[in-house]
């Protein structure tokens, strides 16, 4: 009721503030409105125009459209105060006037908050174009632009720009003239008439051509201009109707273009002037190619460059590089003779140089030949050239014909192995009868002939008489050398035969060979079977090598059968090119590799069981045996030791390395007691995957003793298996309660004794009867578990009578207490609660703090988990609150209240809706390991509020900042200031931008780059070296100043370094001490603060004293010294008329005035420093001093007379 009457009342109160009249937004909220007009004396589309407002910064902080019936506007700035752009955005082109205000809003005075109109006039249209040139979109900038009215009166102007736009603004309606000019090029068209109405205007395309820009250049010859010189211009892009001002190619007829693979088309030509001066007027822009041209008589010039390339973009080339004239070409030739043929590409040396190579047909050229004598050297592989000297003019440009001397004869030399001495090729001149030879290298030989007839042939003399003398084929050859070289001789080495024969037990293995080892390496060949037996093979081997060599069988799958011998040696020799050897079979080779040492039996199939297998002991790992007869063999291993088959096969027809892995070895478990008819098992449990066996008794016991009986287990297990043995029984009890047992592959050691005895149950139930609750039982020795029955019955044991110590039960949900002097236990029920949160689509929200309190004091949370549920036991009967939290879900209601009665089981439930979302990455180390205890943060970009949520690096470097809004742009980066580590510098990247949606952003990476740990501090003393020895820097804390970190003292260097602190951020402080007394010098020690922030600091101290001065003391004496010192000084200026009696009274009288004022001053002053003893120092005269001239003799005492 009361609820309903307070509405109304609200209701009422809003009416009547609403009728009695509100102040405008623009007066009393935060909120001024700036607004006005933009206005036209023309026709404009005004709802193409807008208005926007800046920050003073240039940001936008608002943007509106004018009003399409009169342009007004209005923009709102809500912080009613600062600094803010008005400015006005139409389409490109119109201009207004201003083009933008600048506002300083106070609320008060400003033209806004006076509600004054800001507004924008119309300065005008815009007309737009492009200069261009003729074939292209684009033109040249600095074309002058010129726009008249129509009395001729110039309005505006502007120069066209890079690629020729041009734009002139601020025109009213009308009509213009508007011209283009330039200095150094014409338009086809150079003044249009414009019309400027209601709109830009835009000049259409080719209203503005340039149909070419000038290409000029210089041509000389030794610093002198030429003329006559022609110059071809080529292109492959342009057309002869792109080109003007020169003179075209004369066609031939049905010719339509003259044309160069090379450049392209011929456009025209000129020719250069008096001056070297060449011109082509009028080039349309396109890529180009200038080719001169220049010849007198029968010789043709050199010109450089041989060609020119260049664009003409958009205004007129300048070729800067000068084309010089360099000479005349010459000719020559090469030929194989006097009248033969012309060799091709070889290499021409003028005056040492190489210049140029032959063409096909032997001839070659020199470019840029001046007059005079010239050096011509001819090289071509396997040719042999002299040299020429001759003289080449421009009339004699020709030079005589090079004529090779000699050709190469070259050819190869064949052997089975490299040769290890020399070998020469002899060649004889069938005419002449001169011999020439050369060594035969690597096999290869050449050397140079003359044309001719020759006899060639290998000589071969090994200076070792051992050595076997190599017979060559062709013993001789006969050769005919004319016009070309002989590159391909060849002479083969005269070889040997070796053959045999192979006799095996059954049948020769289909892939059985022969190798043979010679000088040059091994050969194989398979052996051939024997068309009539097939017990018996041949091989063959060709091209062998003379000399001694190795020949044995090779069986292709690792020594397959036993030979009567595996190789044999034979001899090649000149009369005896042809050896035959013989090689017969024993048996079949058995390879046997056991993992452990065993003892196998073998027997080959088909065998009576009369017959009794063969065994053999395999020590080691391999064992090789020879088996007499082909066949399948079955092979049993026999040892304590279980391999991988209980037995093997080995089939001489399908030979391998038979492999035995033993996989288990045996393990002996006993078990010890004192009664023969004992019933119990064993559970044998393996670490390796956790699998267990049950063993129990079979059979008899062995007795040991009258009174001790043993059971034996024999299991087999695998190597370094971990074993656990539990026993267990219903009467016996065991010692140990468990063992373990490391298996090992030596069965000896593989052996655990177990002792057993007899024990008893402990049995109990519980009331009301309660099932699966945990029933612990406590002994001295071992704690033994069981659950109760679903009559609440339960049964532990057994257990040694006297070694029980304690029962109990438990389970969750109920109280339990033991019956005193029973094994039973009475129950009482509690209540529970179970709470489960789902979100909006009903899946499990896990991570929720759920919180229970009650009146009565009970409070208690927790988190629900990945099923998105928790349960709370152990209630009492009675009120409670639950209430569930979690950062990124809302949940309505937000608490629920619950009574509980005795025992009961209440469930609440939650649906959540996601509010907000997460962002997660790690943060790691450049080499990868996590960063701990960063502080990350992401704060909300525009256009969203300012937010800010931030989270910490775990262990493992990962971290979840939670509580981002959706649709918010968020910077994730560490906290500024709050880096949680001061040995890490910077983060990369500093931050990123993620744009939060309806999911989390996951994998966000940055990493982190450490820097020093540790605040290292040098200083430098500035004082004098009289006080350095007595000062000393310590380092005080700042939060203890009573407590020197470190201290250093000083001798003669004033430098100091002090050991590094953690770079902690802590404040410390450094104070210069010095020994001095304070009573003597004044001076104050120095405080410098300092802040182990960065990594190195360098302070310099200054220290400076001063000694304090004595202040005067008025005594009797001291009234006598100032006439004295008058008495004193007349004596001394008139001693030469004063008698010695007299200077000795007054030495006297001083003395004892010195003297009494020295001896008040001690008693006085008794601990005064040294400083103020009367005994002048050696530095300072007394006044007997001055009067005596001593002590430093200065004055001298002279002998008076008295008068």
């Known amino acids: 009721m009361h609820s309903q009457l307070d509405r109304v009342s609200a209701f009422v109160a809003v009416l009547a503030y609403i009728v009695s009249g509100y102040p405008s937004a623009a007066q009393d909220s935060d909120t001024v409105i700036c607004g006005g007009f933009v206005q036209s004396e023309y026709s404009l589309d005004y709802s193409k125009i807008e208005v926007h407002l800046l920050d003073k910064h240039g940001n936008l902080k608002y943007q509106t459209g004018c009003s399409a019936n009169n342009g007004n506007y209005e923009v709102p700035i809500f912080d009613k105060r600062g600094d803010f752009i008005l400015t006005v955005h139409a389409p490109s082109g119109i201009s207004f006037e201003p083009d933008q205000l ?23 249209f815009s007309c737009s174009g492009r200069i261009q040139s003729a074939g292209s979109a684009e033109g040249p900038a600095g074309v002058a632009i010129k726009l008249s ?3 001729g009166k110039e309005v505006a102007s502007t120069m066209s720009e890079g690629g020729g736009r041009f734009q002139i603004k601020r025109l009213l309606p009308g009509t213009y003239t508007l011209e283009a000019t330039h200095s150094q090029f014409q338009l086809v068209q150079p003044k249009l008439s414009v019309v400027v109405a209601q709109e830009n205007v835009e000049l259409p395309d080719q209203s503005l051509v340039v149909n070419g820009y000038s290409l000029t250049g210089n041509v000389k010859s030794s610093g002198e201009p030429i003329s006559g010189v022609s110059f071809l211009l080529y292109s492959k892009t342009a057309k002869p109707s792109d080109v003007r001002g020169c003179e075209k190619p004369e066609l031939k007829e049905n010719q339509a273009e003259v044309g160069n693979l090379q450049y392209g088309t011929l456009l025209c030509s000129v020719k250069s002037d008096s001056a070297g001066k060449f011109t082509f007027r009028s080039l349309a822009s396109s890529r180009y190619t200038l080719v001169p041209e220049y010849a007198g008589g029968s010789t043709k010039y050199d010109i450089e460059p041989a060609f020119h390339e260049f664009t003409v973009n958009h205004e007129p080339v300048e070729i800067a590089k000068l084309f010089e004239v360099k000479g005349f070409t010459a000719y020559g030739s090469v030929l194989t003779s006097k009248n033969g043929q012309g060799i091709a590409s070889a290499d021409v040396y003028i005056n040492n140089t190489l210049t140029t190579k032959t063409d096909k047909k032997g001839q070659f050229q020199l470019d840029k030949t001046i007059t005079g004598w010239y050096k011509v050297e001819i090289q071509k592989e396997y040719y042999d050239f002299p040299t020429v000297y001759t003289k080449i003019t421009p009339t004699e440009a020709v030079i005589p014909p090079v004529v090779a001397r000699s050709m190469m004869v070259c050819g190869s030399v064949t052997t089975l192995r490299p040769l290890n001495r020399m070998v020469s090729f002899d060649a004889v001149d069938v005419k002449t009868g ?23 042939s290998i000589f071969d003399a090994p200076q070792n008489s051992k050595e076997q003398k190599l017979v060559f084929s062709p013993a001789e050859k006969l050769i005919q050398l004319k016009d070309f070289p002989i590159t391909d001789l060849v002479f083969e080495q005269v070889l040997g035969t070796v053959s045999g024969q192979i006799r095996c037990i059954n049948v020769c293995p289909k892939d059985l060979r022969v190798s043979i080892l010679t000088g040059s390496g091994e050969n194989f060949v398979k052996v051939e079977e024997s068309l009539e037996n097939k017990a018996v093979g041949f091989f063959k081997f060709s091209n062998v090598d003379l000399g001694m060599h190795v020949i044995k069988i090779v069986d292709s799958q690792s020594k397959r059968s036993c030979w009567d011998m595996v190789q044999k040696t034979i001899e090649l020799t000149v009369t005896k090119p042809s050896v035959t050897v013989g090689f017969i079979q024993t048996g079949y080779v058995f390879e046997i590799w056991s993992s452990h040492d065993t003892m196998i039996s073998y027997k080959l199939a088909g065998e009576g069981k009369s017959e009794s297998p063969e065994t053999a002991t395999i020590k080691g790992k391999f064992t090789e045996l020879c088996l007499p007869k082909p066949g399948q063999y079955t092979i049993e291993p026999r040892s304590c030791h279980k391999f991988e088959q209980d037995s093997y096969t080995f089939d001489t027809e399908n030979p391998g390395k038979l492999s035995m892995q033993a996989v288990a070895h045996s393990t002996n478990i006993s078990v010890n007691t004192d009664d023969d008819k004992m019933s119990f098992k064993l559970r044998i449990k393996k670490s390796s995957d956790g699998s267990s066996s049950i063993l129990s008794p079979s059979g008899s016991p062995r007795q040991i003793t009258p009174e001790l009986f043993q059971y034996n287990f024999l299991e087999y297990f695998a190597a370094n298996e971990d074993l656990t043995v539990y026993p267990s029984s219903e009467t016996l009890l065991f010692k140990p ?6 298996v090992t592959d030596n069965c000896e050691k593989n052996t655990l004794v177990l002792e057993a005895f007899k024990g008893v149950l402990i049995t109990g139930s519980l009331v009301p009867p309660v099932a699966d609750a945990d029933v612990t039982v406590t002994t001295e020795d071992d704690v033994l578990r069981g659950k109760t029955d679903s009559s609440g019955n339960y049964s532990v044991g057994p257990v040694a009578r006297s070694s029980l110590k304690d029962i109990a039960v438990e389970k969750r949900g109920y109280q339990i207490h033991r019956v005193k002097g029973t094994n039973n236990f009475k129950t009482v029920k509690l209540s529970e609660i179970r709470i489960q949160t789902l979100d909006a689509n009903g899946a499990a929200i896990p991570g929720v703090l759920v919180s229970i309190s009650s009146t009565a004091g009970v409070r208690t949370s927790n988190l629900t988990d990945a099923s998105g549920t928790i349960s709370f036991v152990s209630f009492a009967p009675g009120d409670y609150v639950v209430r569930p939290m979690v950062k990124e879900y809302k949940f309505e209601p937000s608490s629920k209240s619950i009574t509980l009665t005795q025992g009961q089981t209440a469930e609440v439930s939650w649906n959540g809706i996601r509010i907000a979302y997460s962002a997660l990455g790690k943060v790691s180390s450049l080499g990868g390991d996590p960063e701990v205890g960063l502080v990350m943060e992401a704060v909300s970009k525009p256009p969203c509020p300012q937010m800010q949520e931030e989270c910490v690096t775990g262990n493992d470097g990962h971290f979840r900042i939670s509580g981002l809004k959706a649709g918010c742009d968020y910077e994730v980066r560490t906290k500024s200031g709050e880096l949680g580590r001061f040995d890490i510098q910077w983060i990369s990247p500093a931050n990123r931008t993620i744009k939060m949606g309806t999911d989390n952003v996951v994998g966000l990476s940055f990493l982190a780059f450490r820097g020093f740990n540790e605040a290292e501090f040098t200083g430098r003393i500035e004082t004098t070296k009289e006080f350095l020895p007595t000062l000393k820097v310590c380092l005080y804390r700042a939060d203890r100043p009573d407590e020197a970190q470190q201290c250093v003292s000083f001798t003669v260097n004033p430098m100091f370094y002090l050991n590094a602190v ?12 010095s ?7 004044i001076y104050s020690p120095s405080d410098v603060p300092i802040t182990a922030n960065v990594t190195f600091r360098h302070i310099v101290l200054p220290f400076s004293a001063s000694r304090r001065q004595l202040e005067p003391e008025i005594t009797p004496g001291t009234m006598w010294v100032l006439p004295l010192i008058f008495v004193a000084a007349a004596l001394y200026f008139k001693r030469d008329t004063v008698s010695p009696t007299v200077l000795d009274i007054v030495q006297q009288l001083s ?3 010195a003297g009494r004022n020295a001896g008040g001053k001690d008693r006085r002053k008794a601990a005064s420093s040294t400083s103020t003893a009367t005994t002048p120092s050696s530095n300072e005269a007394s006044f007997d001093d001055y009067l005596s001239g001593g002590p430093t003799g200065g004055v001298k005492k002279r002998k008076t007379v008295a008068k």
């Open 102 to 124: 600048m506002l300083h809003v106070d609320g008060k005075n400003d033209p806004c908050s006076k509600q004054e109109n800001l507004n924008f006039r119309f300065a005008g």
């Open 149 to 151: 009215d129509s009395k």
């Open 737 to 742: 309660i468990q063992a373990e047992l490391s």
């Open 434 to 456: 001169m011999s020439r030879d050369t060594v035969v290298r690597d096999g290869k030989f050449c050397i140079l002939l003359e044309a001719g007839e020759h006899k060639v």
């Open 1075 to 1081: 020994t001095l007394s304070k009573k003597d010098f």
């Open 1062 to 1073: 953690p770079l902690d951020n802590r404040a410390y402080f450094l104070r210069l001490e």
């Open 1151 to 1153: 003395g004892k005035i």
